[in-house]
């Protein structure tokens, strides 16, 4: 058999081509590996959201109506009030000062002086007496007299006369007694150091020395800014109480958030500490912002957004002052492309992303409308079914050959 052998330049230039091919198999551009998402259709709610703080939308501060010696507060926080019945503390009336020697002397002579007007007044009063019976005893010689003509009638008015003077001095003098034992109480006051404490007194323990300070509502013990007993003045604040199932969820926003926020939209509070969600719905935006101090220095203009927070049948243990997360619903649309907030870049000022179509990388500019958390608004370049690239970096460009990480 006859063996055909092929030219020696035809086989060199076979497996110049072999190796040629190689090479550029060996050097020619791999598919990048890249992240896809499917572009959707659905609901997007566009939300802002904050920390915030629970707290009790009424609180009673119970202060002092007056000033006095107060007993110690036996209350304590959690403890349950009820309304006129739990009695918070008793304020007793505050003991009169100490006397110094020179004092105390003052004191001891304006009892005996008014022990000496009290004498005086005595024996005025006896004299008056006696005036009014003598003339008593006289008018009624000369009303004998009179029918006999013994005396005239001027004597006899004149007796009458006499008489009346006698029982308006004798008035005169009983309330000259009775200023004598007013004076003789006031000077012995100034001895008194301290209430009475004779027992049996019915004015110990009667609201005539001391003033109960009763709960204004049912509820529980919040605070108590005054504990140990001691003197306290009028006005000052002794315990703070609330009612802990009346809750509320304060949120401060940043201003420009704050704008984008009405009464009435739906809330989302999390990282309560439960495992499910809380739902609210915003009750108050207030009217005046203020300053506030960002961890990183910056100052920032915030404002108060008021929360009513819808609690479960099986009320979560949360209480006053608890940190939690609101995310508020400010708008949302129904049946709209959703992209990935991860895929959209800006190319030469316009918003552009990356479809994946057979393969390769296609350089797509797209218009967005309302942002979410994760996603935006396709109003322009997308329909929804296509495979964007997330997170597209520098190397990606248009026609760039790609393939999923999935694969």
């Not at 551009?29 to 659905?42: K, M, N, S």
């Not at 904050?50 to 010696?69: F, H, K, M, N, S």
Request: aromatic share 4%; proline share 6%.
């Amino acid at each position: 058999m006859q063996r055909h052998r092929l030219p020696t330049g035809l086989f060199a230039a076979a497996v110049l081509v072999a190796v040629s091919a190689a090479i550029a198999w060996g050097l020619r551009p791999r598919p990048f590996v890249v992240d896809l998402q499917e572009v959707g259709r659905g609901r997007l709610a566009v939300r802002v959201a904050d920390d915030g703080v629970t707290r009790i939308r009424e609180r009673y501060v119970v202060r002092a109506p007056l000033g006095g010696q107060m007993t110690r507060v036996e209350v304590h926080p959690g403890d349950e009030v009820v309304a006129g019945t739990t009695v918070i503390t008793v304020i007793d009336p505050p003991d009169p000062a100490l006397l110094d020697p020179r004092a105390e002397a003052d004191a001891l002579a304006r009892v005996e002086t008014a022990r000496a007007i009290g004498n005086l007044a005595d024996r005025a009063l006896e004299r008056a007496e006696i005036q009014v019976e003598y003339s008593l005893a006289d008018l009624k010689r000369g009303q004998e007299l009179f029918p006999k003509k013994a005396i005239t009638h001027e004597e006899l008015d004149a007796r009458e006369r006499a008489w009346k003077t006698a029982v308006k001095l004798f008035e005169e003098a009983q309330e000259q007694v009775h200023v004598a034992e007013h004076l003789m109480e006031v000077a012995q006051a100034a001895l008194v150091r301290s209430r009475p404490q004779q027992e049996g007194d019915p004015r110990i323990g009667s609201a005539a020395w001391n003033l109960a300070l009763s709960a204004p509502i049912n509820g529980r013990v919040l605070r108590v800014i005054r504990e140990g007993e001691g003197i306290v003045t009028a006005g000052a604040e002794i315990v703070e109480l609330g009612d802990p199932l009346d809750l509320e969820v304060v949120v401060d926003l940043i201003s420009e958030d704050a704008v984008l926020v009405e009464p009435g939209d739906d809330c989302e509070i999390t990282a309560w500490g439960g495992g499910q969600p809380l739902s609210g719905q915003v009750r108050v935006v207030e009217p005046r912002g203020f300053t506030k101090v960002s961890p990183l220095g910056v100052e920032e203009q915030r404002v108060n957004v008021i929360i009513e927070l819808e609690l479960p049948p099986d009320h979560p243990a949360l209480g006053d002052d608890y940190r939690v997360e609101v995310a508020i619903t400010v708008d949302e649309v129904h049946d709209a492309a959703l992209v990935p907030l991860a895929a959209i870049f800006r190319r030469d000022g316009v918003e552009a992303v990356f479809v994946v179509n057979h393969g390769r990388a296609q350089l797509t500019p797209i218009t967005t409308g309302r942002r979410g958390e994760r996603t935006a608004e396709v109003l322009a370049g997308l329909r929804g079914g296509e495979q964007v690239i997330l997170y597209p970096g520098d190397t990606i460009t248009d026609t760039t050959a790609v393939r999923p990480a999935s694969d």
